[in-house]
């Protein structure tokens, strides 16, 4: 603590992000990365931005970005917010439409940085645990919360629940704001966009990280009535008037418009992740129906913090949560076939070490 | 008032920023963009950037912008924070270190966006008079305030205090944390990040969107001891990991790296200003000494508003506060000598109808 610090700042546990590592050669799977690159297109629209108007401010409302989604969903584009990533969208969803009297409920596994978020801004908030199953069970929320977020597919998890599941929650909870976090929504789940037309209490949010491979362009959104999104506006031009760049809104408009590539990307991503847990799962492992890019898996043996850093031994880089109920597990990107296989070979090797067959 | 909204939502006066008109052929001198477009190396690098390992997350620390920042600025990398613009380093600023039990206090004309800050983020202020010439009095801080914050040059009075000046003010608070906001230094004015190695309650914040003609890529900076870098650092970390995009960071790395690209346009732009003034002066106009790439300048006869409305008919757009001690003035930007032109032999048009020489 400074002299020189509001008194908050000593208060805050910053979030800590997947490692970006500089090394060569990598086998990167541990922040749920596009293992494709983004739509040429995207890339062709970003270098054609790439010009003298770069000296002028960008449009503050992204009014061309909101267009192509609007389009996309179906949507009316004033029924969308745009930020510089999805992790700026939810702290402004945070600060706009989750702090209230009674607190915030979200599950005790889900998205890490919730927490962090209801530090920086005061929000108060209570854990709902999942189940035995590690599913989230919609009938334990509570009836006295000011409100509830989760991530549906759950991190780290990847279990999904179905649209109707939503519906029933969203219809036992009517009278607060229902926050639903749909980071991975494209790789197999329902999205609950269809629902806000009905449900003033809805707001979802996306990322353009996952599915659409843009993680290095930082863009996110966020749907519902114009109730919510003009709470998100007037908290935006409160903190930041132009938040996307111009070379993000010509880009992320691109993505949008490529809808074969973002189509033949996912399915190469989910019919990925369907062979490397056939894979992990002939190597002993438990793994948890995914519908994300990533398997949340845990071998009964070996212990996760013993896999993780044999496996970064080998250059292949996962991610482990320490947390009770979540340590066991690694949670691991689903990369190219040819990456996934690298990991199981590499696991086959762990565990015959580990189990004393080979020299370490 | 929503019942899904936060309680602060509906207390929030959002900020408002100067209109992006969408009209072709205007000149547009009313949000202080560089007339001349970014380096062409800055263009070069992005493009170069645009391409598949846009699907990984950035450097969340922007290591190789830092570093080339540090190398321009003579200072350590690790004294330099960035942000996804100077309004974003600066809310940042409003949360880590400039809510204190005591009010912080800055200029009653200054950046408008302090106040929406501190209501945003619930920082109790005072404002501290100009003198009649509309300059900061460095004596007229208070001595029990919690910290200062002012834009030096100013804004909108395009007044700078000289470095000594500051320095004095440092001197005179060493207990609380002093920031100078020095987005338009660059244009004549004495930067203070000199003095952060001797004052650990210095704070100095630089903008890309002003003198590096980058505004469309929003990046800004902080410099400071690692005591108020670390205090910002924790804040972002707990608000959004990867604030600068890939793109951002290449192409504002390269733009330092172009030091004669920034000289050349520093100098006309400078060299514009002075004809500007002149020519002002010659129709009649009072206009402060500035030293930003904007003059604030009023006419003893005509109505600031009276003036505004007239140019815009004529495609030309300027900026005016509509608060009681900057009412009566027009800022406006410094655009290329064609452009000044232009505004100038508008306005002769505009001032000899309005004194009946001619039909409107």
């Known amino acids: 603590m400074s002299r020189f610090w509001s008194p908050l700042v000593d208060t805050l546990k910053p979030y800590v992000a997947g490692e970006q590592p500089q090394m060569r050669d990598l086998v990167k799977l541990n922040t749920n990365e596009n293992p494709y690159g983004p739509s040429p297109r995207a890339l062709a629209a970003i270098k054609a931005a790439a010009d003298d108007a770069l000296r002028l401010y960008p449009d503050p409302m992204s009014t061309k970005l909101r267009e192509a989604v609007a389009a996309h969903h179906r949507v009316k584009a004033d ?49 709902v645990p999942l189940d035995g199953e590690l599913r989230i069970d919609i009938d334990a929320f509570p009836g006295d919360c000011g ?22 929650l969203l219809k036992a909870h009517p009278d607060i704001p229902v926050v639903i976090d749909e980071a991975y929504v494209d790789f197999g789940a329902e999205s609950t966009i269809p629902l806000i037309a009905a449900y003033p209490n809805l707001l979802v949010t996306h990322t353009l990280s996952k599915s659409r491979s843009l993680a290095g362009l930082r863009i996110g959104l966020a749907f519902g009535q114009r109730d919510l999104i003009d709470a998100l506006e007037r908290v935006k031009d409160s903190f930041n008037s132009y938040p996307l760049d111009r070379l993000a809104q010509a880009g992320a408009t691109a993505a949008y418009e490529d809808v074969d590539w973002f ?98």
């Open 263 to 360: 189509e033949q990307c996912r399915a190469k991503v989910i019919a990925s992740r369907e062979r490397l847990t056939d894979s992990l799962r002939k190597l002993g492992f438990d793994v948890l129906p995914s519908k994300a890019n990533f398997v949340f898996a845990r071998h009964p043996v070996h212990a996760a913090a013993d896999l993780q850093r044999a496996l970064r031994e080998k250059a292949i880089i996962v991610r482990r949560f320490d947390k009770p109920r979540t340590k066991d597990f690694l949670r691991i990107t689903v990369g190219t076939d040819a990456e996934c296989e690298r990991l199981a070979a590499a696991l086959k090797e762990i565990l015959r070490w580990n189990e004393g067959a080979g020299p370490r």
């Open 79 to 127: 029924q969308i917010f745009v930020g510089n990533s999805s992790d700026e969208v939810l702290a402004l969803v945070f600060q706009a439409l989750l702090k209230h009297e009674r607190p915030l409920a979200f599950p005790d596994v889900t998205y890490s940085f919730y927490p962090v978020w209801c530090g920086l801004y005061g929000v108060s908030y209570r854990e």
């Open 147 to 168: 409100a509830i977020i989760f991530a549906n597919p759950n991190a780290p998890t990847g279990h999904a629940l179905a649209r109707a599941e939503i519906e029933r």
